[in-house]
């Protein structure tokens, strides 16, 4: 009996330290994440084209950070062509649709709206404490550097000019 409860703690704690493992292993590549878009279709890591950098946004629609971020993100839109845009919130569907109808999202072939919704994947697989989030891949989905709360967006611009 006592073995059989010993074997029982060695799998559990086993498990969890894999677990960990697995996610640090994934530090660095752009995050396996799935989200619902305003249209009602749900949109996922794999469908972004791996030929052009990448840049994931973590906002929410109701943070006046993220929203002055926004503004100045939408101002300088075509510094942004060359990259696929994917623009991730936790907040409830109607809160995307209002945001995509207020910056015209639907306009640019390169960007991408949605929300993860309660499974925080994406918040927790970047450890986000503050927001706006950006995180800047190259075209084989490698980091190259993110920021928190503060996006100074000439210099994303600048990296994302160097890929």
């Known amino acids: 009996m006592q073995s059989g409860i010993r074997y029982f703690i060695l799998i559990i ?20 994440f799935s989200i619902l878009q305003p249209n009602g279709k749900k949109f ?35 510094d942004f062509n060359k990259a696929s845009v994917v623009m991730i919130t936790y907040l409830p569907i ?15 072939k390169n960007i991408t709206v949605g929300t993860e919704g309660s499974s925080f994947f994406v918040k927790d697989y970047y450890r986000i404490m503050d927001m706006p989030f950006a995180a800047l891949y190259d075209k084989n989905g490698n980091i190259q550097i993110s ?13 994302l000019q160097k890929l």
């Open 147 to 159: 920021y928190q709360k503060k996006i100074p967006i000439k210099e994303l611009i600048n990296k």
């Open 13 to 32: 704690v086993s498990l969890f330290f894999l677990s960990h493992i697995d996610i640090d292993a994934q530090a660095g590549k752009l995050p396996p």
């Open 94 to 108: 109607e809160n995307v649709a209002k945001f995509a109808v207020k910056y015209k999202t639907g306009r640019y």
């Open 44 to 78: 996922r890591a794999q469908n972004l084209p791996f030929e052009k950098p990448i840049i994931i946004i973590y906002f929410s629609p109701d943070c006046e950070d993220c929203l002055l971020f926004m503004d100045k993100f939408f101002n300088r839109i075509n």
